[in-house]
């Protein structure tokens, strides 16, 4: 059963207004134009009331408001976002005039010709309360509202919260305080503003812009009359009124609005008619949150890991992710849409989800470092069932979650650049048998030799014979390389990886004789950042996901500029892309990968076939391709006798396995990139002269004693 109203004399009313106005001139408030709600009528005595209100007006700092922060492509699509509140903030002067209206005509119609309080309204619930026997009704101008809004939205303690949102006079008070402060600081167009920018929409929008392409896809601009009262009347209860979730309380809501808004002359009663009749007209357009289900998913994540580590961001990481989540910055990034498009149909050609294996690439931009596309077969996501994860395999444990994978033949650049560079020529020949027996404390190191007495025992995946630079490369000769690195000794060919982003921090073991077999634990970002190196005329550039940042206001945060040095003599380099281009010819392993632009390449597959590689460039993008024998778990595992890709593996390696899928990658992008070829070295040898393809590779390993972290790559 309803309860009764209490019914209420003209005489009670003049009574309780005279409280009030006796009240608020005790608190030297009235001269402000300004009524403070009655609280003696609810138990409080005057002198509690005077200490709840002493010192008005209280002033209440407002914060700048939390905003998402949009994550960019290169060409300045929006390819994600990171919020804790899905907030962009927006001028008064960009919000249309009919929203503005309409949501003072719902919320406080007299909101330009009060102060902080509209006494009509306050004496109006104030009546209501004292005939309903239930709970305070909402009477708050827009003023006061705001100021609680920014209470809520500066809480940072379940504490401040509920102070903030608690159904109290003591509250209603507090409020008011701050009110008065905002209207003696603030214009009013301000405080509208900020009450825009600062109301809950419902369904995660929150402001006006937000919730304007959320739920109808228009900027706030845009918006036009049945809109704007649908937005305005979702305010009082974002919930209850979620047009997604309650059409019909929402647009029997909207009606309320309309019908105010004729009331109040702002529209024609005839217009609130036609209007009440017409549907939602909804077009919801979900932001997201974060990268999963991007298209660019990991790409998003290496960029927030990258910004993450970022001190200018802030003191401590937890800095870092508010600034991040709140700030309202616009990041700039080096991703192309069109190659990551390239690189994710290659990996999901390549490589299905499910397999026991992953497949990853990696893009950069040689000369700048830019990191334009990252791939793997794996996609983002939690159901272990369809093969997603959040590991992200790609990118080096500083931003990633792989602690890498073994290169294989791929290092050999690293000793042939090393070998140049301490004036080798590319002519330097060796009798390279089927297998050979070097002392490993025959290898000069940093400091002297190396320690151990122990064989190195490396032989041949391929041909065996007398070979130069080119033809060693060109036919993966391990047994070559071997006696190439004795020569350069392990302490440059080590020193030059690190300087082309190789990030090789245990030289226990990793700077062994078993070095320019592949042994140490990379990943492809690595990879493709080294071999840009050579593309780029020996000048490393570090990779990088980020151009630059904006503030929330346009302005320039950080500028990201290419960080870039020589670290080889360009000849050296010239006289590398001019051996490895022989690869991709007749005759080398790669010339069945072969793209319409001119390029150059190096297979790698490391012992017992767990991992195979294909890093090729051109002299305008590197790409470093990879698959690697892995469970579910993550644990290594052998690619032979494994399906991957609806393909059966006999025995997995370079060119066989992961050269085709960097192929399918470079294939898709080689239009989008310039027909640039590579200057040729000053002095270049001969190449070598090979009437036929490679022979198939030898199928055995190699022993690595004491080489460290198990055994080298094959040739192939």
Same mark, same amino acid.
């Given at each position: *059963?309803?309860?009764?109203?209490?019914?209420?004399?003209?005489?009670t009313?003049?009574?309780?207004?005279?409280?009030?106005?006796?009240?608020?001139?005790?608190?030297?408030?009235?001269? $402000?134009?300004l009524?403070?709600?009655?609280?003696?009528?609810?138990?409080?005595?005057?002198s509690?009331?005077?200490?709840?209100?002493?010192?008005?007006?209280?002033?209440?700092?407002?914060?700048?408001?939390?905003?998402?922060?949009?994550?960019?492509d290169?060409?300045g699509?929006?390819?994600?976002?990171?919020?804790?509140?899905?907030?962009?903030?927006?001028?008064?002067?960009?919000?249309?005039?009919?929203?503005?209206?309409?949501?003072?005509?719902?919320?406080?119609?007299?909101?330009?010709? %009060?102060?902080?309080l509209?006494?009509?309204?306050?004496?109006?619930?104030?009546?209501?309360?004292?005939?309903?026997g239930?709970?305070?009704?909402?009477?708050?101008?827009?003023?006061?509202?705001?100021?609680k809004?920014?209470?809520?939205?500066?809480?940072?303690?379940?504490?401040?919260?509920?102070?903030?949102?608690?159904?109290?006079?003591?509250?209603?008070?507090?409020?008011?305080?701050?009110?008065?402060?905002?209207e003696?600081?603030?214009s009013?167009?301000?405080?509208?503003e900020?009450?825009?920018?600062?109301?809950?929409?419902?369904?995660g929008?929150?402001?006006?812009q937000?919730?304007?392409?959320?739920?109808?896809?228009?900027?706030?601009?845009?918006?036009n009359?049945?809109?704007?009262?649908?937005?305005?009347?979702?305010?009082?209860?974002?919930?209850?009124?979620?047009?997604?979730?309650?059409k019909?309380r929402?647009?029997?809501?909207?009606?309320?609005?309309?019908?105010?808004?004729?009331?109040?002359?702002?529209?024609?009663?005839?217009?609130?008619?036609?209007?009440?009749?017409t549907?939602?007209g909804?077009k919801?357009?979900?932001?997201?949150?974060g990268?999963?289900?991007?298209?660019?998913?990991?790409?998003?994540d290496?960029?927030?890991?990258?910004?993450?580590?970022?001190?200018?961001?802030?003191r401590?990481?937890?800095?870092?992710?508010?600034?991040?989540?709140?700030?309202?910055?616009?990041?700039?990034?080096?991703?192309?849409?069109?190659?990551?498009?390239?690189?994710?149909?290659?990996?999901?050609?390549?490589?299905?989800?499910?397999?026991?294996?992953?497949?990853?690439?990696?893009?950069?931009?040689?000369g700048?470092?830019?990191?334009?596309?990252?791939?793997?077969?794996?996609? *983002?996501?939690?159901?272990?069932?369809?093969?997603?994860?959040?590991?992200?395999y790609?990118?080096?444990?500083?931003?990633?979650?792989?602690?890498?994978f073994?290169?294989g033949?791929?290092?050999?650049l690293?000793?042939?650049?090393?070998?140049?560079?301490?004036g080798?020529p590319?002519?330097?020949?060796?009798?390279s048998?089927?297998?050979?027996?070097?002392p490993q404390?025959?290898?000069?190191?940093?400091?002297?030799?190396?320690?151990?007495?122990?064989?190195?025992?490396?032989?041949?995946?391929t041909?065996?014979?007398?070979?130069?630079?080119y033809?060693?490369?060109?036919l993966?000769?391990?047994?070559?390389?071997?006696?190439?690195?004795k020569k350069?000794?392990?302490?440059?060919?080590?020193?030059?990886?690190?300087?082309?982003?190789?990030?090789?921090?245990h030289?226990h073991?990793?700077?062994?004789p078993?070095?320019?077999?592949?042994?140490?634990?990379?990943?492809?970002?690595?990879?493709?950042g080294?071999?840009?190196?050579?593309?780029?005329?020996?000048?490393?550039?570090?990779?990088q996901?980020?151009?630059?940042i904006?503030?929330?206001s346009?302005k320039?945060?950080?500028?990201?500029r290419?960080q870039?040095?020589?670290?080889?003599?360009?000849?050296?380099?010239?006289?590398?892309?001019?051996?490895? %281009?022989?690869?991709?010819?007749p005759?080398?392993f790669?010339?069945?990968?072969?793209?319409?632009?001119?390029?150059?390449?190096?297979?790698?597959?490391?012992?017992?076939n767990?991992?195979?590689?294909?890093?090729?460039?051109?002299?305008?993008?590197?790409?470093?391709?990879?698959i690697?024998?892995?469970?579910?778990?993550?644990?290594?595992?052998?690619?032979?006798?494994?399906?991957?890709?609806?393909?059966?593996?006999?025995?997995?390696?370079g060119?066989?396995?992961?050269?085709?899928?960097?192929?399918? $990658?470079?294939?898709?992008?080689?239009?989008?990139?310039?027909?640039?070829?590579?200057?040729?070295?000053i002095?270049?040898?001969?190449?070598?002269?090979?009437p036929?393809?490679?022979?198939p590779?030898?199928?055995?390993?190699?022993?690595?004693?004491?080489?460290?972290?198990?055994?080298?790559?094959?040739g192939?």
């Open positions: *059963m309803s309860r009764r109203r209490t019914h209420l004399t003209f005489g009313v003049i009574s309780h207004l005279g409280v009030i106005v006796a009240v608020s001139a005790v608190l030297g408030v009235l001269a $402000a134009g009524v403070i709600p009655l609280v003696g009528a609810v138990g409080y005595g005057a509690a009331t005077a200490r709840s209100m002493q010192n008005l007006p209280e002033e209440l700092k407002a914060a700048p408001l939390a905003e998402r922060s949009r994550v960019l290169r060409n699509n929006t390819i994600a976002t990171f919020y804790d509140e899905n907030r962009v903030n927006v001028s008064l002067s960009k919000v249309a005039p009919i929203m503005r209206r309409a949501i003072i005509a719902i919320e406080d119609y007299r909101f330009y010709q %009060h102060g902080a509209d006494v009509k309204g306050t004496l109006r619930a104030f009546v209501n309360n004292q005939t309903s239930g709970g305070t009704q909402g009477g708050s101008s827009i003023t006061q509202q705001m100021a809004m920014t209470l809520l939205a500066q809480a940072r303690t379940e504490a401040e919260r509920k102070a903030a949102t608690e159904n109290t006079y003591q509250r209603k008070i507090q409020e008011l305080r701050h009110a008065i402060a905002f003696q600081n603030y009013k167009d301000w405080i509208l900020r009450y825009l920018n600062l109301a809950y929409f419902g369904d929008a929150y402001g006006i937000a919730a304007a392409r959320h739920f109808f896809s228009v900027n706030a601009s845009q918006l009359t049945v809109q704007a009262a649908t937005l305005a009347g979702l305010v009082k209860n974002p919930v209850g009124f979620d047009p997604t979730r309650f019909d929402a647009i029997t809501r909207r009606n309320v609005v309309l019908n105010r808004m004729a009331q109040l002359n702002v529209i024609a009663p005839e217009t609130a008619v036609r209007l009440g009749k549907p939602l909804l919801v357009s979900k932001r997201r949150n990268c999963v289900g991007t298209d660019a998913a990991f790409f998003c290496y960029v927030r890991r990258y910004l993450l580590a970022d001190p200018a961001l802030g401590t990481v937890a800095d870092r992710v508010q600034l991040i989540n709140s700030g309202g910055l616009t990041i700039k990034t080096t991703v192309d849409l069109r190659f990551q498009r390239a690189a994710d149909a290659a990996a999901k050609e390549s490589v299905k989800p499910q397999d026991q294996a992953i497949g990853a690439l990696a893009m950069v931009k040689p700048t470092g830019a990191v334009l596309a990252i791939a793997q077969s794996r996609p *983002m996501g939690r159901d272990r069932k369809k093969g997603q994860t959040f590991l992200n790609i990118v080096n444990n500083k931003y990633g979650d792989s602690n890498g073994q290169a033949s791929t290092f050999k690293f000793v042939m650049a090393a070998a140049l560079e301490q080798l590319a002519s330097t020949s060796f009798n048998p089927a297998q050979v027996h070097i404390n025959e290898f000069p190191d940093c400091d002297g030799n190396y320690p151990s007495t122990a064989l190195w025992e490396p032989h041949n995946s041909d065996d014979g007398y070979f130069n630079m033809q060693g490369a060109q993966s000769v391990n047994t070559y390389f071997a006696q190439l690195e350069t000794g392990l302490c440059k060919p080590f020193a030059l990886a690190r300087s082309m982003g190789v990030e090789l921090d030289p073991s990793e700077r062994v078993s070095f320019t077999l592949g042994v140490a634990d990379v990943s492809p970002l690595e990879m493709a080294a071999y840009a190196t050579v593309a780029a005329r020996g000048r490393y550039c570090e990779t996901p980020v151009t630059k904006l503030n929330s346009g320039v945060f950080k500028d990201y290419p870039c040095r020589q670290v080889m003599k360009q000849d050296t380099a010239d006289t590398i892309n001019d051996i490895l %281009h022989g690869v991709m010819e005759g080398g790669g010339q069945a990968l072969n793209i319409d632009k001119e390029s150059a390449g190096k297979t790698g597959t490391i012992q017992n767990k991992a195979v590689w294909f890093d090729g460039y051109t002299p305008e993008l590197a790409t470093a391709a990879m690697a024998g892995a469970n579910s778990k993550g644990t290594p595992i052998t690619l032979n006798g494994q399906s991957v890709g609806g393909r059966y593996i006999d025995v997995a390696h060119s066989t396995v992961a050269g085709p899928m960097w192929a399918l $990658a470079m294939r898709r992008v080689q239009d989008l990139i310039p027909a640039t070829a590579f200057t040729p070295p002095a270049p040898e001969p190449r070598p002269y090979v036929k393809a490679p022979s590779p030898k199928q055995h390993g190699h022993r690595n004693h004491g080489g460290g972290n198990g055994g080298g790559g094959h192939h």
